[in-house]
């Protein structure tokens, strides 16, 4: 297996760039499925190419739906979309795993075994699953119950009403909801408790909608899918740009003092949750400003020359809270992040790699379940960042060299799996950095 290290030496300027930045994974992923199940022609542009969106792309060629990449535009024909016979290994791709679980039981004589990387057999999908089979799918667990693999055996199914937990991850409710429509009676689905991740479920009923999908929302605890009507189809769909994503960029800037980044086609009035972030920084000091130029939407940050510690519920933006984490060791006081309850599970413990690695560095932290507080720091102990085969721990340490030339991240190849051009535009910032290639035996 070939890994590598890349150490990262600060700019010899403050920031000064205005971005555009790649299409939403979670827009995306979503599109993909519908777009499949549409069974007709469908362009999808502004799209993410990242490892996670290529493993569900490669999953649903599988399954005859001819795909056509060009840069960041798919198009994507599933006039021929059959069904699947064999083994399907999606990796460390935790929402192609969750999306594709409730794809296949819905496609008659589908019979795959969904497999993936050591972690995601660790990772929990028992809620999803128990949903599909009180919904009459044929699911059944390989290894441990609860657990991928899961071998799946896809039919018709009547559909109806469900009742499922949203406690610990809100791509359980998305992956049923994707497949609503292609239940005989339609899908009624109940949420048993407070759903996290709200914001992930706004993003699923927004692009259901624009696919033409009919769908009620009672409470936001009651959904409601109408089967799907083939005669009512889209044929092009844009996706947003990343939240998430741009919220390194934007840490860039607060990180810099006097350091200005720009980000065209951002909106902090977007359903994603991280669109958001930027007011985060704003309450730590930063300058935040938005904007719109010949249609186009932007907004831009601006460093202070001392950011300050803050308390900050991070639920509605989990995908963010080890960015914020890492900016934080850089602000005066002590800074109290809440609402990291699924950070635990996802593709590491995430709250134990932050204790970990900050640890590493010489900041002192505390934490419990789905909270963390991180000491800010005037200087760190420079020391390689392990990155535990998450894309997120290694981007948000990478931020540190914008403070601290020499900050070296291990495995940095591993941004690849939703930002594989992460390093490319780290550079546009002024950042410099040199890679090491190496070969674990």
Partial sequence: MVASSILLHSPVAPVESTLSIPGSKSYTNRALILAALSRTN??????????????????????????????????????????????????????????????FSVLPGADVVLSGSERM??????????????????????????????????????????????????????????????????????????????????MTQAVLRDFKREVRVENDMAYHVTPRDSLNQIHTYTCECDASGASYFFGAAALSPEGRVRINHFSMHSLQGDASFPKLLEKMGASVTEGEENGVPWVEVVGPQELHALEADMSLMPDTAQTLAVIASQA????????????????????????????????????????????????????????????????????????????????????????????EMLQLLGMTMKISIGSDE
């Avoid at 798919?74 to 699947?84: E, F, G, K, Q």
């Fill in 42 to 103: 469908a362009t999808l542009s502004c799209c993410s190419l990242s490892d996670d969106s290529k493993a569900l792309l490669s999953a649903l060629e599988k399954c005859r739906v001819s795909v056509l990449v060009s840069k960041d535009t798919i198009r994507i024909d599933s006039s021929d979309l059959a069904p699947y016979e064999g083994v399907i290994d999606v990796g460390p791709a935790g929402t192609t795993m969750r999306f594709l679980t409730s794809f």
């Fill in 332 to 423: 005066k006081g002590r800074t109290r992040l809440t609402g990291l309850g699924t950070l635990r599970h996802k593709e590491t413990d995430r709250i134990h790699a932050l204790v970990t690695e900050l640890a590493r560095l010489g900041v002192k932290t505390e934490a419990g379940d789905d909270w963390l507080e991180v000491e800010g720091a005037n200087d760190v102990t420079l020391a390689p960042i392990e990155t535990y085969d998450d894309h997120r721990m290694a981007m948000s340490f990478a931020l540190l060299a914008f403070r601290h030339s020499g900050i070296e991240i291990r495995d940095a190849g591993v941004v690849s799996k939703s930002f594989p051009s992460y390093w």
């Fill in 121 to 202: 057999h660790e990772r929990p999908i028992g809620d999803l699953v128990d949903a599909l089979t009180s919904l009459g799918a044929d699911i059944s667990y390989e290894g441990t119950k609860g657990c991928p693999p899961l071998r799946i055996r896809g039919k018709s199914l009547p559909g109806g009403e469900v009742t499922l937990s949203a406690s610990l991850s809100s791509q359980y409710v998305t992956s049923l909801l994707l497949v609503g429509g292609e239940f005989e009676q339609g899908l009624t689905l109940v949420l048993d408790g407070l759903p996290v991740s709200r914001s992930y479920i706004a």
